[in-house]
C-alpha cells in the first residue's frame, strides 16, 4: 500500500488523505524501508509539498521526510518552519526535525526559543505557542550539557513542612530540638531549624519547603504561575550552587477533574517558565523541583517545593525489597513508638523478617546485642543480606519457617511486621497464623521479654492473646485509621514495664 498512496499523493489525488494513511503505513518499520527505497533519496515531490496551501499537507509531509532520516532534509525542514505562520504546524516541524541529527541547527532552534520567550501572545495563540516551546526546549536540551546544582542549604533556617503520619505526628515532633512546631493535618511545620538538624531524623516521609507568594487562586492558573516564578526561582538560586535554568516539575493536589488536570498544569508551567525568562524550565525527567500545589478549600492554592537536590541518606541501605516489604519510614516509626520498651544489648528475634528492614531500623535506635531474622521466603533472606551488610549492622539470617524454628536460648524481644491479608493469603488462614505465632511467640521469649508488631490486621491481635493467658497489650498505636494498621506493644502477663 506504501506504492499505491505515493503514486496517488504524485497524481494530486487526495494528497491530505494518502499523506495520513502512508504516515500510519510507516509506523511499521519494513514498511519505512520500503518507501525509503522507493525514493531512492528523491525527496522532491515530498518537499514541495511543504509549500502547499492546505496546513494540515505541509504537516503530513514534514513528519514523513522527518522518518527519512536523512539530514540533507534539515535546512529543508529548517527552512520551512522559519516560514510558517499556521502556529499548531510549528511543533511537527520540530517534531520531524528531531528525528535527525540536528546539532547544526541548535544555535537557530536557540534563538527561535529565545524569541518565544521573549514575546506576547493572544490567549487563543498560548497554546499552539507553548507546544512550540516545550518542543524547543527538549531540542536544547538533548545537546547542551545538563547544569547540575548542588544544594548547599544545609545549615538555613527556613519554615520546613515534614510529611508524617497523620496519626503520629508528635512521634517526629518530639525528636526535633529547638524551634517552634506548629501540627498540621499531614504533618508538621517547623520554624527556626536548619535543614541539616533535621534530616538525620528517620519518621517522616516528606521534607518540603513552604514558598511564600499573594494567594495563588485556582480560577487563575497563569497567574498563579506568574506570581510563583519568581518565588520559585529565588529560593532554588539561594539554596543551589550553579547557574540556570532549573529543571522543574507541577505536582497538584485539588478538586480539578482528572481530563483538565494535564491541560490546566501546562498553563501554570508555561506561565511560570515565561515569567522567569527560561531560568525555570518544566521537564517531565531530570526535574531538581517539584512544585507542590495543595488545593484549600477557600480556593487558593498552599504552595511548596520539594527538592531532589538534597542529598537523603537516611534508607540508602534498603535497595532491595519484595512486594510485602514495609516501608523504611514505616520500620522507623514502629521503632521510635516502641523505643521506651527496647533495651540495650538485647537479643532480638524477627520471625517475619522480609529483607531486615525492621531489624536494621531497630538496631539504629537502640543497639542490639544479636539479632536473628527468619523467613520462609528464600529471595526476601538474600536481599535481607544485601541490605544489611549495606547498613553496617550484623544480623543472623535463617531461611525457614518461624514455626519449625528451634534455638539454644530465649530472647529478650520479638519485633515484626506480621503477614497480612491478600488474595493469594485469605482472612482465616491469616487468623489462624496470628493465634499460632503467639504460641510459638512463647516458647521463645524470656519472662519480661516484649514482642513489638506492625499489624495490618489488629482486631487479629486482641483475638490471639484472649485464647491464652501468656501475654497482655501494654500500648497500642494506631497507625492508619481507614484499614486500621496498628503498632502493638506486648509483654508477658505480670511484666511491670514501669519497674523495667
Keep these: 500500500m506504501v506504492k499505491e498512496y505515493y503514486q496517488k499523493i504524485c497524481s494530486g489525488k487526495e494528497v491530505r488523505a494518502n499523506l495520513i494513511a502512508l504516515r500510519n503505513e510507516m509506523k511499521d518499520e519494513k514498511a519505512r524501508r520500503m518507501f525509503a527505497c522507493l525514493l531512492g533519496g528523491d525527496f522532491t515531490k515530498l518537499c514541495a509539498l511543504l509549500h502547499d496551501p492546505d496546513p494540515k499537507v505541509r504537516k503530513n509531509a514534514a513528519l514523513i521526510l522527518g522518518e527519512m532520516e536523512s539530514e540533507d532534509l534539515l535546512p529543508v525542514l529548517f527552512d520551512a518552519y522559519k516560514k510558517e505562520d499556521t502556529l499548531y504546524v510549528r511543533a511537527d516541524y520540530l517534531k520531524a526535525i528531531s528525528r535527525l541529527e540536528y546539532r547544526p541547527l541548535l544555535r537557530g532552534l536557540k534563538g527561535r526559543l529565545e524569541e518565544l520567550r521573549q514575546s506576547d501572545f493572544g490567549k487563543e495563540e498560548q497554546k499552539h505557542i ?33 510529611v508524617t503520619n497523620r496519626c503520629q505526628r508528635e512521634a517526629t515532633a518530639r525528636q526535633i530540638e529547638g524551634g517552634e512546631i506548629t501540627m498540621l493535618a499531614g504533618g508538621i511545620r517547623v520554624r527556626g531549624v536548619a535543614v541539616e538538624d533535621v534530616l538525620p531524623i528517620r519518621t517522616y516521609h516528606e521534607l518540603l519547603f513552604p514558598i511564600k507568594t499573594a494567594p495563588l487562586y485556582v480560577s487563575d492558573p497563569v497567574g498563579a504561575g506568574t506570581m510563583l516564578a519568581s518565588a520559585v526561582y529565588e529560593m532554588a538560586e539561594e539554596l543551589h550552587k550553579g547557574i540556570p535554568p532549573f529543571l522543574f516539575r507541577i505536582e497538584l493536589k485539588g478538586r480539578i477533574e482528572p481530563d483538565k488536570k494535564g491541560p490546566y498544569i501546562r498553563k501554570i508551567s508555561d506561565a511560570m517558565e515565561k515569567a522567569s525568562e527560561g531560568r525555570l524550565v518544566n521537564s517531565i525527567t531530570d526535574y531538581e523541583l517539584e512544585v507542590r500545589l495543595l488545593e484549600r478549600k477557600d480556593g487558593t492554592f498552599m504552595p511548596m517545593i520539594k527538592l531532589y537536590t538534597i542529598l537523603q541518606k537516611r534508607f540508602a541501605y534498603r535497595k532491595e525489597f519484595v512486594a510485602s516489604s514495609i516501608a523504611p519510614v514505616n520500620a522507623a516509626l514502629t521503632v521510635e513508638l516502641a523505643r521506651p520498651y527496647l533495651k ?17 531500623e531497630r538496631q539504629k535506635a537502640v543497639p542490639a546485642k544479636i539479632m536473628y531474622g527468619i523467613d520462609i521466603f528464600g529471595e ?61 511467640a512463647e516458647l521463645h521469649l524470656k519472662d519480661d521479654s516484649v514482642i513489638i508488631l506492625y499489624a495490618t490486621e489488629p482486631g487479629f491481635v486482641g483475638q490471639a492473646i484472649k485464647r491464652g493467658n501468656t501475654f497482655k497489650i501494654t500500648e497500642q498505636y494506631v497507625l492508619n485509621e481507614k484499614n486500621g494498621t496498628t503498632v502493638f506493644i506486648i509483654h508477658r502477663r505480670g511484666y511491670n514495664a514501669q519497674n523495667e
Excluded: W
Excluded at 138 to 162: N, P, W
Design 130 to 162: 507553548s507546544d512550540e516551546i516545550r518542543m524547543l526546549q527538549a531540542m536544547v536540551m538533548k545537546y547542551e550539557k545538563k547544569q547540575t546544582h548542588k544544594f548547599i542549604g544545609y545549615s538555613v533556617k527556613r519554615d520546613l513542612i515534614l
Design 344 to 360: 540495650e544489648d538485647a537479643q532480638v528475634l524477627d520471625p517475619f523478617c522480609g529483607v531486615g528492614t525492621m531489624l536494621i
Design 380 to 440: 526476601a533472606v538474600e536481599k535481607a543480606r544485601a541490605n544489611t551488610e549495606r547498613s553496617g549492622v550484623h544480623v543472623y539470617y535463617i531461611n525457614k519457617d518461624f514455626f519449625e524454628f528451634e534455638h539454644g536460648y530465649l530472647f529478650d524481644e520479638i519485633i515484626t511486621d506480621m503477614p497480612q491479608v491478600t488474595s493469594v493469603k485469605g482472612e482465616e488462614e491469616i487468623r489462624s497464623l496470628y493465634f499460632h505465632f503467639f504460641e510459638k
